[in-house]
Nanobody, 126 residues
Framework: EVQLVESGGGSVQSGGSLRLSCVAS????????VAWFRQAPGKEREGVAA???????HYADSVKGRFTISRDNAKNTLYLQMNSLKSEDTAMYYC????????????????????WGQGTQVTVSS
């Protein structure tokens, strides 16, 4: 089982930037799809971005061109660089990892992933 710990959240004004990090431990990291999800109050959890072990990425339409997902396998760390933030990006952000290789673009469906972090809050004020 993989343990995931997020950091880097905070409060920022609209148009600003933040970089989230997620450190993984407890299992082999490089075989996984890893992803960022977010959940705003009163809304369902939604996929933001995912990356596979080879660096291929998959983004939600709402963040394309603004967010960049990356991973450093040597450091067992996943990142999410968020630029041009908007108030609608306000949410709790979670990283997630699966337990098996995946053929194709890593999914942005929450029930695919079996390991989750506790989340880090991102608040964007207009």
């Amino acid at each position: 089982e993989v343990q995931l710990v997020e950091s880097g959240g905070g409060s920022v004004q609209s148009g600003g930037s933040l970089r989230l990090s997620c450190v993984a431990s407890g299992s082999t990291y490089t075989s996984y799809c890893v992803a960022w999800f977010r959940q705003a109050p009163g809304k369902e959890r939604e996929g933001v971005a995912a990356v596979d072990a080879y660096g291929s990425t998959h983004y939600a339409d709402s963040v394309k061109g603004r967010f960049t997902i990356s991973r450093d396998n040597a450091k067992n760390t996943l990142y999410l660089q968020m630029n041009s933030l908007k108030s609608e990006d306000t949410a709790m952000y979670y990283c997630a990892a699966d337990s098996a290789p995946y053929a194709g673009s890593c999914p942005l469906v929450s029930n695919y992933y079996d390991s989750w972090g506790q989340g880090t809050q991102v608040t964007v004020s207009s």
